[in-house]
């Protein structure tokens, strides 16, 4: 029985051992991640208090709810409130790393930044937050942007070169003399003057950044168009009375996508990178938001904090091989000529 191109796809995929055990563990990596919340929190996920249940993870609770002194919002890793919370038949359910991204513990002892210890597994940076909960927040702010970022920038990229290729002539010019000229402009300096004109955020950046993602991948989709454009089946499409949006949209677009699936995870793995040397240089993201670049740029400020630089490294460096070795996946599956093993 003939397998469609699809399944033949995965199966070459599937094949391809280092690129599918790569997914496999990356996409277990995010999941957990995502919910990040659960597992690594400065709240507890529930409490039980007075024959009474709390969930601090989903509503702040002052800690005169607990039997404390203040109406302010309770600090669960105040040994008198914890004391509180698990005191006469009472208790609660901490997740298994006590703190969150920007969480500061008022009660540790060791200075900042400590080294990784019983109570922090990978130390804490300058100002006495938990390295590992600043990773994985981290990480996952850093998938989340590059998926939005190559999402956006791939669509862009799609739509117009595949208008370029389709259509030539006048359009074709006057988009490639734009191309020109904007690939031209000095794209650290423009981040550089936004940066000082507007507060730093996400989506600025995002927006920055989509306007000189397209570029790189309008050329191979309009090199895609204009190779198949003449082809026979495009042709009969013609005299069968389709239009150009009908014809671009079910026939040249799928046999012209083999550059761009390929070239996904690479462009991910470079929007990751783009973001971690913006945060490096402090032209990202906000300083209360969680990044590996901010991370970085700690571990060179305090060199004898070995640990912050070090785990930093690590985790860039095995999402980063682990986005390339899909890549390579992806390339082996779309290879028409590449066998499948059983």
């Given at each position: ?20 055990y ?11 991640s ?7 929190n ?18 702040n609770?002052?800690e ?10 309770a ?26 991204y ?19 597994l ?25 998926l939005?970022?190559t999402?956006v ?44 004109i ?35 089946y495009v ?34 793995s ?6 971690t ?22 571990g ?26 899909m890549g ?15």
């Amino acid at each position: 029985m003939s397998l469609s191109p699809r399944k033949r796809a995965w199966l070459r995929f599937k094949s391809h051992k280092r690129g599918y055990y790569s997914l496999i563990i990356f996409s277990i990596l995010f999941v957990c991640s995502l919910m990040v919340e659960l597992w690594s929190n400065d709240k507890p996920l529930v409490i039980s208090y007075e024959q009474q249940y709390y969930f601090p993870i989903l509503k702040n609770y002052n800690e005169t709810t607990f039997g404390g002194d203040f109406d302010t919002p309770a600090d669960f890793l105040d040994p008198y409130i914890k004391s509180k919370i698990t005191s006469n038949g009472n208790w609660a359910i901490y997740p298994l790393n006590p703190y969150s991204y920007n969480t500061i513990n008022e009660f540790d002892l060791l200075p900042n930044p400590a080294n990784p210890n019983s109570a922090h597994l990978l130390g804490t940076d300058d100002r006495g937050r938990d390295v590992f909960a600043r990773l994985v927040y981290g990480f996952r702010v850093s998938v989340l942007f590059g998926l939005v970022l190559t999402v956006v920038s791939t669509f862009v990229g799609i739509l117009l070169g595949a208008m370029q290729g389709f259509f030539g002539g006048k359009l074709d010019l006057i988009l490639q003399r734009i191309t020109e000229v904007w690939s031209g402009l000095p794209e650290l300096y423009l981040l550089i003057i936004f940066s000082s004109i507007f507060n730093p955020s996400l989506g600025l950046l995002l927006l920055l950044l989509v306007l000189f993602g397209w570029m790189g991948l309008a050329d191979y989709v309009r090199a895609e168009f204009l190779k198949n454009r003449k082809m026979d089946y495009v042709l009969a499409a013609r005299s069968m009375g389709l239009n150009a949006k009908q014809i671009m949209w079910r026939h040249l677009l799928p046999n012209s996508l083999t550059p761009v699936i390929s070239f996904l995870p690479f462009r991910i793995s470079g929007a990751v990178l783009a973001l971690t040397s913006l945060d490096f240089l402090g032209l990202g993201v906000p300083a209360s938001t969680p990044s590996l670049g901010e991370l970085l740029s700690q571990g060179k400020d305090n060199l004898d904090a070995w640990w912050i630089a070090l785990s930093t490294f690590c985790v860039l460096t095995i999402m980063l091989l682990l986005l390339s070795l899909m890549g390579e996946g992806l390339r082996a599956a779309l290879d028409n000529k590449g066998k499948i093993h059983e």
